[in-house]
């Protein structure tokens, strides 16, 4: 498959199907194990780029903000993700839900390929792949400073929020914090 698409999935079922694509991008926990994180046992596997950061879409509170497992995404991971990226090959982005992290890797590739003053239908387009996206505000922060967007990538995700995505975000942190212990 090298038609330049994109798709947006969670890890159970990117696991599945691994070998339908050119190039995958897996966004994991940092203390995901190897063993949890996508594997080929065959030749010729597709590309693959694991990055590893938590589904926050700010930092965790002081003194919880220096640990290692809650290690937000970097300018790093971001440039890494926009410079894997090849329009004319397939492309699955997937993390554990496929909702936040990877939708909001799968924004930030879109509105590069679409260039600037796009960053509406980037959105538009990821919503058409993804209906149920939650992109990570964190990542569009990162995006719109990586890509000189002003601002107008978090703008295009806030525009589209409603109370059951805002209800999502909190339950996300919530989640992280209760499973990390921070109080």
Not at 44 to 66: C, G, Q, R, T
Not at 97 to 109: C, D, F, H
Not at 110 to 124: C, T
Not at 166 to 177: H, K, L, S
Request: some cysteine; hydrophobic content about 40%.
């Amino acid at each position: 498959m090298t038609d330049g698409s994109i798709t947006i999935a969670p890890f159970p079922w990117a696991r599945r199907k691994k070998r339908s694509f050119d190039r995958i991008i897996g966004c994991y926990d940092p203390d995901t194990r190897s063993k949890k994180i996508i594997r080929f046992h065959r030749p010729n596997p597709p590309d693959l780029l694991v990055l590893k950061f938590v589904d926050l879409d700010e930092p965790a509170p002081a003194p919880h903000d220096i640990r290692p497992e809650l290690r937000l995404p970097s300018v790093d991971d971001l440039k890494a993700a926009l410079a894997f990226d090849r329009e004319d090959a397939s492309l699955l982005i997937h993390c554990h839900a496929g909702i936040s992290r990877s939708t909001a890797i799968a924004l930030a590739i879109l509105s590069q390929r679409l260039g600037p003053g796009k960053e509406s239908e980037a959105m538009d387009e990821l919503l058409r792949i993804r209906p149920e996206a939650v992109p990570n505000l964190h990542i569009m922060r990162l995006a719109d400073a990586i890509l000189d967007r002003a601002g107008r990538l978090l703008g295009a995700v806030l525009e589209c929020e409603t109370p059951e995505k805002t209800e999502r975000r909190t339950q996300n942190r919530e989640g992280y914090f209760d499973y990390y212990d921070i109080r």
